[in-house]
């Protein structure tokens, strides 16, 4: 058996993902939302990085114009929002599969921490969307000097 690292434990983190698991979990089953019209919805995949001083959120969007996509960050929530228009000349071809999803969408991630909203700053490229979200100063670490006596 290979040695492997020791990877460390952060239940907080886990605990982050939970909410969006579950709702995976339930929408599987039930769709996005019971009672409601939600054809076409979909959600993009997303990625979530932590450096010292950022979250980092990438989210596949193929396809989409930038103008197409909403991002609002509220205390330590990050909303997306869009729509994915399907071709009006695509509506006269016959098509035998169509696997890619087509209309609005909305993913709403809670992060870790709290984020500096004045300076989420946000690209688009490839049909990838990358967020920056900055961390507070408060939440940085800070290196302290030990003066020895």
Avoid: C
């Avoid at 909410?19 to 599987?28: E, G, L, T, V």
């Avoid at 996005?32 to 979909?42: F, I, K, N, Q």
């Avoid at 709403?108 to 990358?130: C, M, R, S, W």
Wanted: proline share 6%; no cysteine.
């Amino acid at each position: 058996m290979a040695n492997q690292p020791i990877k460390k434990w952060e239940p907080f983190k886990e605990l982050v993902t939970l909410r969006d698991d579950m709702d995976r979990f339930f929408n599987s089953f039930f769709g996005p939302s019971l009672g409601a019209d939600y054809d076409g919805v979909w959600a993009p995949v997303i990625d979530i990085e932590e450096d010292k001083d950022n979250f980092i959120v990438k989210a596949e969007l193929p396809g989409m114009k930038k103008e197409d996509i909403k991002i609002s960050v509220r205390s330590n929530i990050l909303a997306l929002a869009g729509e994915r228009k399907y071709g009006s000349d695509e509506k006269t071809k016959t098509f035998h599969r169509i696997e890619r999803a087509y209309g609005k969408f909305v993913r709403t991630i809670t992060l870790p921490n709290e984020v500096d909203g004045d300076k989420v700053k946000a690209a688009y490229q490839d049909g990838i969307l990358t967020i920056t979200l900055p961390k507070p100063e408060t939440m940085k670490p800070k290196e302290v000097e030990i003066e020895i006596k």
